[in-house]
């Protein structure tokens, strides 16, 4: 293939690679977004509280950000047609187990199956279009496969909700099998030649380490509040393997000849930063489609459907981000970035003017400029983050940059949720202090209608609007800590390097 071939250039078989890892990509977004329109249905039929709700969310991005830096000691290990063919079978294997769940415990267990075996399909994905098509090619490889990464999280909680009320939610998860069963079949045969072995070692006390301090630290803030926190000796035992896991993992990392994450990495400014910033974006990247579907079932009564319909709008903002990412990335990719985080801070900030008469176009273009915001910056962080990073070093980078992110998105859930939980509880006890004989509002037929004490009637219908609004300033509150962050994290891009216009070998 010459240098300057474009498009036509392309042989069929890189055709079915793109295809292949496109269609897998879209399945693992899919599998990631679907469950959080679905979170009502869920709750209403396992009994669950919205604290133990969020757990089907949560400990699906913990097993994600576990896997993640087995990927590159697993394609080594195993080769690529072999890893690829095992997360794909496996997504689709517990996708189908989900939808069979009998039990929130083992929703959860088959959630995390989920996240194990789909872990791997980005960062290999990605690696295997970038060892397939020469480079002068990347970029455009790059951007169909980034576009063909928005369809999953787009479609999956629209075609998921329209499935789910006209059945009911297993179907979500049902609709993933005939898809995934079709891209394990592509797998094989797409990447019949990429097979190749290298026995490698692997850093079992690293791994080990941090993955008891990822999984402590999440079971600490997602069963914090019910448990009363440090009262809890669950919640003490948690936070001391957390600490000490933690420990071992950066003593180890720093003493080891070949540590499982050596962090002299860490000594390159921009990936650093980067990491930071990866972090945030995790924070920001999924909260909204956790916190809007609640919102919009309990407080509003709107059905599934409808609900995926506006939570489509994030990713319609994905897709208008393309029309301008690659000018803005080339030329102007601090800017990019910081205009990236500003839009989601902006977002932020108009959800939280939200109010219990919210109307369906507000929520969807509160969800667009989210969208669009985060994937203005998605791009020109990953290339700001390792810009300034030798290239022998990308792989390990890349590896913990999936990581932080994935963490940082379950991590802040676990906050949302918190925050939700204790604004709304705070409000209620705040707002019944007026509800009293002795409120001479409450005695005027004409001011509070059915929400009075005079009957058990009366007063069962003033707890449950008190409750409702009291609810609506929980996520409120969960709204402007998503806008806060967003914000303060926007000066971050300003400290990152200009990408060289050579890399080091």
């Known amino acids: 293939m010459s240098e300057g071939g474009g498009l036509a250039s392309i042989s069929p078989r890189q055709w079915l690679i793109l295809l292949m890892v496109q269609l897998a990509t879209m399945l693992n977004g899919m599998t990631i977004t679907l469950a959080n329109v679905v979170l009502p249905q869920i709750k209403g039929a396992m009994a669950a509280t919205p604290e133990q709700i969020a757990w089907v969310v949560t ?36 996708s189908f187990l989900c939808g069979v769940a009998q039990s929130l415990e083992t929703l959860v267990l088959f959630r995390v199956g989920q996240g194990l075996f789909g872990a791997p399909i980005m960062p290999m994905g990605q690696a295997i279009l970038l060892a397939t098509f020469p480079r002068h090619l990347h970029p455009v ?22 499935i789910s009320e006209a059945t009911n939610w297993r179907g979500a998860f049902f609709m993933v099998v005939p898809p995934g069963i079709l891209a394990t079949a592509f797998v094989w045969i797409a ?18 380490a941090l993955s008891l301090a990822i999984s402590a630290t999440q079971l600490m803030l997602d069963r914090g509040h ?28 720093l003493t080891s000849d070949k540590p499982f994450v050596d962090m002299r990495i860490l000594l390159d400014r921009n990936f650093s930063i980067g990491l930071v910033v990866a972090f945030v974006m995790g924070m920001l990247s999924f909260t909204p489609m956790v916190l809007f579907p609640g919102l919009l079932h309990d407080l509003r009564g709107y059905p599934d459907d409808a609900i995926g319909m506006l939570l489509a709008g994030r990713g319609l903002g994905n897709w208008a981000s393309f029309l301008i990412i ?21 977002s932020g900030f108009a959800m939280a003017q939200l109010d219990i008469n919210l109307t369906s176009s507000l929520v969807f273009w509160t969800n667009f400029v989210q969208g669009f915001g985060f994937g203005l910056a998605f791009t020109p962080m990953s290339v700001l983050a390792f810009a300034t990073l030798p290239v022998r070093q990308i792989t390990e980078g890349m590896a913990l940059f999936h990581l932080v992110r994935n963490f940082g998105s379950s ?6 949720i918190l925050l939700l939980v204790r604004s709304t509880a705070a409000s209620y006890s705040g707002m019944m202090e007026f509800v009293t004989d002795f409120n001479k509002t409450l005695a005027l037929p004409e001011a509070v209608g059915l929400w009075s004490t005079a009957t058990p009637r009366s007063l069962f219908a003033l707890a449950g609007e008190i409750q409702r609004q009291a609810a609506m300033i929980g996520y409120i509150n969960a709204f402007y800590l998503f806008a806060i962050t967003a914000t303060l994290s926007i000066p971050l891009a300003l400290a990152m390097r200009a990408p060289p216009k050579t890399r080091d070998p």
């Open 141 to 162: 490889v790059m951007m169909m496969w980034g576009i063909g990464g928005v369809i999953g999280p787009v479609t999956g909680p629209v075609l998921g909700s329209i």
């Open 191 to 208: 990447l019949r030649d990429r097979t190749e072995r290298n026995p490698a070692g692997f850093d079992w006390t690293g791994f080990i």
């Open 411 to 416: 991590i802040f859930i676990s906050l949302s």
């Open 59 to 94: 400990f699906n991005l913990v097993a994600t950000a576990v896997a993640t830096l087995l990927t590159g000691w697993l394609a080594l290990r195993l080769g690529w047609r072999n890893v690829m063919f095992i997360s794909v079978a496996g997504l689709t294997l517990f």
């Open 326 to 346: 690659v000018p803005m990335t080339k030329y102007y990719p601090r800017t990019a970035l910081a205009c990236g985080l500003g839009a989601q801070a902006v």
């Open 226 to 253: 019910r448990l009363d926190w440090f009262d809890s000796t669950e919640i003490v035992i948690e936070a001391i393997v957390a600490v000490l896991a933690f420990w071992v993992f950066i003593v180890h990392s």
